[in-house]
């Protein structure tokens, strides 16, 4: 028996659809890479756009594309504040010239 394949997603580079396909097994899913780069060229190197294809079996389809929202979810912006520059009080973007928050006063010291 051989499930009919779905491309549910497709990828400019190896190591997104990468990240992709193992996020979704371990949901579970059997995942299948179509177009990866040959073996012995570099893994992280760019391949034409769009042209790695992440496929799964029919039945699977909805629960792959809720997981990859999911993983588009959890990402972080790149830029975003890190940790240290937000105040531990509250929350807020700190200045980490000054001692205090703007916000709520809350100080390191
Ligand atoms: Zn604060």
Redesign the pocket.
Known sequence: MNPRRVTIATYDRTVEAAVAKLYLEAGGISVFMINEPMVGLDWLSSVAPGEIQLQVAEDDVAQAVAQLEELARNRQPAGSVTDEEV?L????P?DLAGDC?T????TYL
């Open positions: 105040c009080s509250c929350g807020s700190m928050c916000e709520c006063g809350w």
